[in-house]
């Protein structure tokens, strides 16, 4: 059993396919939706961790690649800029999973660790010098 | 003891021993107090942080045919044109043309007077559009161009007030959201936020202005300037621990120097939600260790620092006083602090690691020999408190 965070880019014309009931149902994978945006005529994305043995995700992904969907495995929404960040501090009570935390308690320096992120953009809303962003 | 000039000639000569605020700590206990201040002859201190007090005054040179500005906008954001023909003051919180604010609530506030400093000292290219009425010696009335820093004749940071000696902690106990200077507070106490280096902090060094004063070399954003007044708000009676260091904002600096030299690193526009915008700026002083008794002042930790936690969401805005509670810079570095019996989320403004950065950059500096110091010609006042602004119903 592994998890895997993947990124689901959907072309303008594939709102209308029960692709999450599938993944669930014919490849036994546990989904959790982090963020989603599937609209008739519109391109939309799905941000997802995918849990179940390695052989089940693969399949269910090539799957979804069926559909013309592009998976993205290394995919996560959400963009810290290290280059942006002063270090402040302001987004930490404001990250619900610490993948927004301090890495070094001496010199106080914020690191943002991905696999972390629950894509809930707090970040992006709370960040005074606009070093986090969404990709969509 | 020893004297400014004796520092600056071992500056000078590149054999000055040179430590940051945070260094020193370490450095005194371990060689006693006596010894050390005969051994260090500057300590560095530096903060990071939002500084909304700040501004440039700029001039433009004098176009073709003449223009005496009366309304200026630089990226649509405007620039105070009620001085001489040419020049304009462009402050840190002024926001853009069009900006709704807080029309749909909370405002995003994405662009403003701080990010345009941002730019000029990035070297960006920035668009003027400026107004006049014509006179007869400055006929033209309207114009429009493009410029750099390096197109201005002058580009000089004048701020009224940074670098507060201490600061309030925000915190919000009512039952819905805030969008203050100090970031979001969240209903219920869920979070406060609080702006200070602390240990670093320049004024917490030297709390009773012994070696800060008018005149006194800053590096303001990697520039070398100066303290050129008491900063505006500037209230030297506070309540103060038994070390001196007060437990409220109490001193404040006005500073200059020239932004052609400033690091756009240490110059950060930044967006406050529901708020505004701002500038962040990295100031970094040094404290000539004169004798044992300065050096002692510059060894205060975090755990000797009481900032007063305030409710945001009737204390601060209606001015009643009322403190909460007192926390130490080394309880709120921790990420979570007790106040009234909950445990609270600790945020923060004001950037240590930059800081840090600042006061190792500057101590770099001196240590070359490129940076010298320079007495106060003016001291600060010890008995200044701050005035309120009332409103009265009748100009008599």
Known sequence: MSTKRMMLSFPKSEAEKPIVYHLVKDYDLVINIFRAKVTPEEFGYLVLDVSGSDDDIKRGMDFVRTFNVEVDEAGVGVAWDAQRCTHCGNCLPHCPTKALRIVDPMTREVGFFPGDCVECLACIQNCPFNACSSLF | ?396
């Open chain 2, 1 to 396: 003891m020893k004297t400014y000039e004796e520092i600056n000639a071992k500056i000078e000569s590149k054999k000055a021993v040179v430590l940051t605020a945070e260094e020193v700590i370490d450095y005194v206990e371990k060689k006693g107090l006596e010894a050390a201040a005969k051994e260090v002859d500057v300590v560095t201190t530096a903060t990071f942080g939002p500084m909304c007090s700040s501004g440039c005054f700029l001039n433009f040179g004098h176009s073709k045919p003449r223009i005496r500005i009366t309304q200026a906008w630089i990226d649509d954001v405007e620039a105070y044109g009620g001085v001489a023909a040419v020049d304009v003051y462009l402050g840190a919180t002024q926001l853009r043309r069009n900006d709704p604010a807080n029309l749909y609530y909370p405002g995003e506030f994405r662009y403003g007077g701080g990010h345009v400093i941002e730019k000029l000292v990035a070297g960006d290219r920035l668009e003027l559009h400026a107004i006049s009425y014509g006179t007869d010696d400055y006929p033209l009335r309207e114009l429009r161009t493009w410029f750099t820093i390096k197109d201005l004749n002058q580009a000089i940071m004048v701020n009224p007030r940074n670098c507060y000696q201490n600061y309030n902690v925000a915190i919000n106990c009512s039952d819905r959201t805030l969008y203050t200077y100090l970031g979001v507070l969240r209903p219920g106490m869920q979070n406060l936020s609080y702006s200070s280096a602390g240990q670093l902090s320049p004024l917490l060094n030297d709390p009773l202005y012994e070696t800060i004063g008018v005149g006194t070399s800053v590096w303001l954003a990697g520039a070398h300037g100066h303290v050129h007044s008491e900063g505006t708000q500037f209230s030297s009676i506070a309540e103060r621990g038994p070390n001196d260091v007060p437990m409220e904002g109490a001193g404040t600096l006005g500073l200059t120097a020239n932004m052609k030299e400033m690091k756009s690193k240490y110059v950060r526009g930044i967006s406050l939600i529901g708020y505004g915008v701002s500038l962040a700026l990295g100031v970094g002083i040094p404290i000539p260790i004169l004798g044992p008794h300065i050096l002692k002042r510059t060894t205060v930790k975090d755990s000797e620092i009481f900032a007063s936690v305030i409710d945001y969401s009737s204390d601060y805005p209606n001015r009643t006083g009322k403190v909460l509670c007192r926390l130490t810079y080394e309880e709120l570095r921790k990420g979570e602090v007790v106040v009234s019996g909950k445990k609270v989320q600790v945020g923060s403004m004001s950037s240590y690691a930059m800081a840090l950065e600042v006061a190792n950059a500057l101590r770099d500096e001196i240590k070359r020999g490129d940076f010298l110091l320079s007495k106060p010609y003016k001291k600060f006042p010890l008995s200044q408190s701050q005035k309120p602004l009332v409103i009265r119903e009748k100009r008599k």
